[in-house]
């Protein structure tokens, strides 16, 4: 059964006019929906709309099914998505307010060694309505309205992999932008990905000033693909070339992700390849101690490696900063969301 939540407002509009029902019945089915409201609970439609809608749509994609809550305030839920599968989001609080880690995959399929959202494969993809309804309903059980947000960020890097997702992911980033909806800006969204070129160089040819965050993690191909299997079909040099391709489309600088690994990683010498490598135009180099997954047998680096390692990259002139680790105590950290519930009961 389709998600209503994957109409966007012109479609919901169609759909009023197809069941033959007055065009500003769509304003208020999306209003209510948006607000996570079921369709027999939604007062100002007729009743037997209400019995159509809910013969043919879905009104609740996902329900919140375990939380976990770490010291720092970092809030990890598991939602529970129609079909039993299970999928992860976080909540991170900061001073300036509230960043949503959301899914685009029910797992994914890159392979990333350092990383357990690929211990199971790929199961499927989220549509773009299961990817909002993760906002809607986090925005909802924090007292948030359409009009009154309690989410200001939003990043996609849970599960899965965006850009191997694309058009679906696309469609959320339309429907969470829309101004009578949730209305995020593109600037307060920030979109996470290995590196699969032609889909980033897609998304620059739209010319929205999101946020682009590219998982680098080497600063050589030799490294990369020890670690990360997608760097075998595009190279090192063709994800920094489509990274200035992004930024000259769209204006903003690129964001490179690097997980500081010991002994692999996080040399001088490797600074130093970072440093030229990503010189020349706008971009930062995150840097972060690897995050530790017990099946995997990469080793973190420590955090004061990679205060040595963003100090040798400053002194060079590059933009760089150590990332602050939160959520760790729930497997809630970069690289750490996993379909792992599922798992444990069965």
């Known amino acids: 059964m389709q998600n209503i939540h994957d109409l966007s407002f012109e479609e919901m509009q169609n759909l009023m006019i197809e069941y033959n029902q007055p065009k500003f019945r769509a304003q208020q089915l999306f209003e209510n929906v948006y607000m996570c409201k079921k369709f027999v609970d939604i007062s100002n439609l007729p009743k037997e709309l209400k019995e159509k809608l809910s013969d043919n749509f879905c009104d609740q994609p996902l329900l919140v099914h375990t939380t976990q809550k770490d010291v720092d305030g970092t809030e990890k839920f598991a939602f529970l998505l129609q079909d039993g599968n299970i999928i992860e989001g976080v909540l991170m609080r900061y001073k300036y307010g509230n960043t949503l880690c959301l899914s685009t995959q029910v797992g994914c399929r890159m392979g990333c060694k350092f990383c357990a959202s690929t211990l199971n494969g790929l199961a499927r993809n989220l549509t773009a309505g299961e990817m909002l309804y993760q906002v809607l309903l986090i925005n909802n059980l924090l007292g948030g309205t359409l009009k009154k947000r309690a989410i200001t960020n939003l990043v996609l890097m849970g599960s899965g992999e965006p850009f191997d997702n694309f058009d679906n992911v696309t469609k959320f980033l339309s429907l969470v932008c829309d101004q009578r909806g949730v209305n995020f800006s593109p600037r307060n969204i920030s979109i996470s990905t290995c590196g699969i070129v ?5 998304l620059a040819d739209k010319k929205i000033p999101y946020i682009l965050t590219i998982s680098l993690h080497a600063p050589n191909d030799h490294i990369r693909q020890k670690i990360m299997p997608i760097s075998k079909v ?26 500081l690994i010991d002994k692999l990683n996080n040399s001088f010498e490797c600074a ?14 995150n840097v972060i101690p690897l995050n530790a997954v017990k099946e ?6 420590s955090r004061k ?3 040595q390692f963003v100090a040798w990259l400053k002194d060079m002139g590059s933009s760089a900063t150590v990332r602050r680790t939160i959520g760790e105590n729930i497997d809630g950290a970069c690289g750490q ?10």
């Open 337 to 346: 969301l996993r379909i792992k519930i599922l798992n444990d009961n069965g």
């Open 305 to 307: 490696q990679a205060y």
């Open 272 to 285: 130093k390849q970072l440093h030229e490598l990503t010189k020349g135009f706008p971009s930062h180099i």
């Open 234 to 259: 595009y190279k090192i040099e063709d994800v920094i070339s489509v990274a200035k391709y992004y930024f000259e489309k769209t204006g903003r600088r690129v964001i490179f992700e690097y997980a």
């Open 198 to 202: 032609p889909k980033i160089k897609e």
């Open 296 to 301: 995997r047998t990469l080793l973190p680096a």
